[in-house]
């Protein structure tokens, strides 16, 4: 089961006063099939930047898609389980999530999750820790530390027993060799 997380989203009524618009435990979680225990739950979707703060739409509320739109953000939060208690097909996880960067064999040598994205992520961990694994070298990150992504081969591998939770926020960018 995913963490069920409180989302608030303000906005604005028709007198321009600001108001809670939504107020709930974040409605778009996807499970991800082909990694058990993997959730994804999308807290907001932008298409444009700059960003348009009037629109009366959730725009959460959304199939999943990996990568933000072409000038756009998504700030979401993921939730890897252990490794060692599941087992993943990583070609299937890449579709399922509808990712237009999918492993290259090479970058699968490395770890199957192995993988790219046009944006600039910026993470924090929430809860549990996670490796982040680059082409050269990994490091360990545990609750509170933060990572810049920008656009590098990358996989998260959870070795511990417990599932991590990470918040993420992906920015389109333009892609890194």
């Known amino acids: 089961m995913p963490l ?3 989302r608030v989203v303000t906005g604005h009524n028709a007198d321009g006063k600001s108001v809670i618009k939504w107020e709930d435990r974040g409605q778009n979680v996807t499970h991800i099939p082909s990694w058990e225990g993997l959730f994804v739950t ?9 960003v348009d703060n009037l629109g009366e739409l959730d725009q959460s509320l959304r199939p999943m ?3 933000p739109d072409s000038n756009g953000s998504i ?3 993921v939730e890897i389980p252990p490794e060692s208690k599941t087992t993943f097909d990583a ?3 890449f579709v399922e999530l509808g990712s237009s960067n999918k492993p ?3 970058d699968a040598a490395a770890h199957p999750t192995m993988h790219k994205t046009n ?3 910026y993470l924090v961990v929430i809860s549990g820790e996670m490796y982040m694994v680059m082409e050269e070298g990994e490091t360990l990150l545990r609750p509170g530390d933060c990572v810049v992504q920008r656009g590098t081969n990358h996989a998260w591998v959870n070795k511990s027993d417990s599932p991590c939770l990470i918040a993420a926020v992906l920015i389109d960018a333009h892609p890194a060799p």
């Open 4 to 6: 069920s997380t409180k």
């Open 42 to 50: 999308e807290l907001w979707v932008t298409g444009e930047s700059p």
């Open 65 to 67: 898609k990996h990568d």
């Open 75 to 77: 700030f979401r939060l």
């Open 91 to 93: 070609a299937g996880i």
């Open 104 to 106: 290259s064999a090479q």
């Open 119 to 121: 944006s600039i992520d």
